[in-house]
């Protein structure tokens, strides 16, 4: 007996070090598990939905497969560091999450299937898409919103997004930021994340050397911006929100002529 006290301290001990450090999410991947079950037993019990009577007998269709993203939105995490999000994307009164966290060090959490919808958006719309989060994959990159980010998050994310767009072959322009959906409540990814690298990776559409461009007569900024995609109610939002993207300042006001420039170059490239 004597030989099996310690015996009794330990084995409780190991149990409550292994259930906090090896499984901390446990708890939460279950209620990840419960919903997605939830989900799918939705749609095999009730093919039709809620949405009208159908005729009977119901009758199903036999060709189909899941639904694919067609816009990825990159955010900036503006919290300390990737346990903040981790745990902020497993409380369900945070009401947030995202598909992917990509830490400092590289490290990428993919914690929503990508057929699933994701809270990352919020209100916000590009184009003529008023639900960006039914249509879109959202990656939050861990970043406090005033420091550089890491080249092996950077270069992580890049590889990610190659992934994404051979997956969903998703177009160039459909690649943007939180702050383009979403210009007057948001500024992520901040004005120091490198957009022109990730244009020329493929990931974005960016701007054309201007040294002789002729910006034509009555060429209008605000409706280049509605073309590209900005909801442009909030046209100072707006100007700031591209001036921070494309220029990489921070500035209020309207554009001068050589933004303007910038902006028309940029704009031909969304007729295409
Ligand atoms: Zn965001």
């Not at 490198?194 to 990931?203: E, I, L, N, T």
């Not at 100072?236 to 990489?248: D, E, I, P, Q, W």
Request: glycine share 6%; charged share 20%; net charge positive.
């Amino acid at each position: 007996m004597k030989r099996l006290l310690p015996l009794l301290f330990f084995v409780p001990v190991l149990f409550l070090f292994t259930r906090c450090h090896r499984a901390p999410y446990a708890e939460t991947n279950k209620q990840y598990r419960d919903s997605a079950h939830r989900f799918a037993r939705e749609i095999e019990r009730n093919p039709a939905g809620q949405t009208m009577a159908t005729a009977q007998p119901w009758v199903g269709a036999v060709n189909f497969n899941l639904r694919k993203p067609n816009i990825v939105v990159l955010h900036h995490t503006a919290q300390g560091g990737c346990d903040t999000t981790l745990r902020t994307f497993t409380l369900q009164r945070t009401q947030v999450s995202a598909h992917y966290v990509v830490c400092r060090e590289g490290v990428v959490h993919h914690m929503l299937n990508d057929y699933l919808r994701a809270w990352h958006a919020g209100a916000g719309r590009w184009g003529n898409i008023q639900d960006v989060n039914s249509s879109s994959i959202g990656i939050e990159i861990d970043n406090n919103g005033v420091e550089p980010f890491s080249e092996a998050q950077l270069a992580a994310t890049l590889q990610l997004l190659d992934t994404l767009r051979r997956k969903y072959a998703i177009p160039a322009a459909n690649f943007i930021g939180h702050a383009d959906v979403a210009p007057t409540r948001k500024n992520d990814p901040s004005v120091l994340f490198p957009w022109k690298r990730f244009a020329d990776a493929g990931y974005g559409l960016w701007w054309s050397d201007t040294t002789n461009v002729q910006v034509p007569t009555g060429f209008n900024a605000i409706d280049a911006l509605r073309i590209i995609g900005y909801d442009v109610r909030d046209s100072s939002a707006v100007f700031a929100t591209f001036r921070r993207k494309y220029l990489g300042r921070e500035a209020k006001g309207t554009l001068d002529a050589d933004e303007q420039k910038v902006l028309y170059t940029l704009y031909r490239k969304f007729l295409q």
